[in-house]
Structure formats: C-alpha cells, structure tokens
C-alpha cells in the first residue's frame, strides 16, 4: 500500500523555465512533508519542507504547496538550472504512527528531472 | 565537517553469507536510521534507534539486524534470511525534537552474486 506516490516517474524542463513535481498521498494522519532531492550514488540531501498548518513554504527558488483536502503537494523550481538535475523525492509524517513519528517517513518512488540547457 | 559516514561505499556478497554495513556519525544526533532504496522504489525504513541500546523494527526489518551501543554508531547486518539483499542501503540520522528533518550517508551498495 503505497501511501505517498509520485506518478511521474521523470521530468524533462528547459532552462530557465519552471520545474513542477507532484506528490499525493492517501494517510491523513500525516503532518509534515518533505522533499529530498537525491544524486546519483549519494544520499539524499532536504531541500524544504512543509507542515500541515501551511499551504505554502518558500525558500529561494523551491517553493512547496500543499492542498490538504486533495491530498496533494507540488514542488515548483523556478528557475530551472542544469545543477537542479537529480531525483526528487517526497515524504510524509506520521506523528501516530507507533511512538514518535522522528525519522519514521514513508517516501514516495522519486521523480527524476533533467533540466536541459 | 559534521556528517554521516557509510562504509563500504560498494559491497559483494555470496549467497548464505552475513555482511555488516558501517555507519558512523559526528552529528550528535540522538536518533539513527536504515533505509533500503530499490530501483522505481521509495526508501524503505528497516530499523531505526533513538536512543543507544533501543532499537525498533521498521517496515521491511525481516533479514536484518542492528545494534546501537554508541551514539555515534549504527551498524546494520544483512543476513542470510533476507531473501532480496541486493539493494542501496542508506543509513540516517536526526535530532529527536522538532522537525522530521533526516541528514543521509552517501549510501552503501550491497551486491548479492
């Protein structure tokens, strides 16, 4: 039971132009939603993050949304550089999900996204 | 420079034999994790420990097992009962309040021939 999906499995962009990654997720217990982005034979490293309280965090070129009655949150990158190019992944918090919640997040698949000069 | 260091970077194992992937951090963090990341796949939790000499199962903790007698510490041990042991193995850490946030290693490969 997938509980965070990334249906894009990859992503193409031009740049310059805006990078838009989407993530939906069926538990609504979760509170807390991050994207990592990930290099290829690295850890991921966060990029930004997003409480449940909100409906949008901002920070430099990453912006997060979040509609909590869609079940939906979208990365935007913009502007697009080549550097952007890596796997995006998404993951989500439960605060109930058997003692505390720290550490505990259910990833998405990843999105790839190659951004093209 | 505060991180997180996995070792090997690349491993390959026979079938039947154990293997113990390292994992060390200067963090200070309290809590530690083991994920496993299989192509198309999410990273999946195998064990995580937030406090030394307390570990707990995660989602796929059938084949393997941890110890945390250090802080700094988290080792994990493939064992022969994991039936699809070939995989990219992440080890974690984070502070025990506040944010969700997680710092990775730079991940193990473990190879099963």
């Known amino acids: 039971d997938q509980q965070v999906k990334q249906n894009s499995p990859s992503l193409s962009v031009q740049e310059g132009r805006i990078s838009i990654l989407n993530c939906d997720y069926t538990?609504?217990?979760?509170?807390?939603f991050l994207w990592y982005k990930k290099y290829p034979a690295e850890g991921p490293t966060f990029l930004i993050s997003?409480?449940?309280?909100?409906d949008k965090n901002e920070d430099g070129r990453f912006t997060v949304f979040l509609n909590k009655s869609a079940k939906h949150l979208s990365l935007h990158i913009v502007p697009s550089q080549p550097g952007d190019s890596a796997v995006y992944f998404c993951?989500?918090?439960?605060?109930?999900?058997?003692?505390?919640?720290?550490?505990?997040?259910?990833f998405g698949q990843g999105t790839i996204l190659t951004v093209h000069p | 420079d505060g991180g997180i260091t996995q070792s090997p970077k690349y491993l390959f194992r026979k079938e039947g034999q154990n293997v113990t992937l390292s994992c060390e951090q200067n963090?200070?963090?309290?809590?530690m994790y083991w994920y496993r990341q299989d192509p198309g796949q999410g990273l999946r939790l195998i064990y995580y420990?937030?406090?030394?000499?307390?570990?707990q199962k995660g989602d796929i903790a059938e084949g393997y097992s941890v110890s945390r007698e250090k802080k700094e510490s988290f080792p994990l041990t493939v064992t022969s009962a994991q039936k699809n042991p070939t995989a990219f193995y992440l080890c974690?850490?984070?502070?025990?309040?506040?944010?969700?946030?997680?710092?990775f290693g730079a991940g193990s490969r473990l190879t099963v021939l």
């Open positions: 997003i409480s449940s309280i909100k």
């Open positions: 420990s937030q406090i030394v000499n307390d570990f």
């Open positions: 963090l200070n963090h309290d809590a």
């Open positions: 538990n609504s217990m979760f509170d807390y």
């Open positions: 993951a989500a918090s439960d605060p109930n999900a058997g003692g505390t919640s720290y550490g505990k997040l259910t």
């Open positions: 974690a850490s984070s502070m025990v309040t506040g944010a969700n946030v997680l710092t």
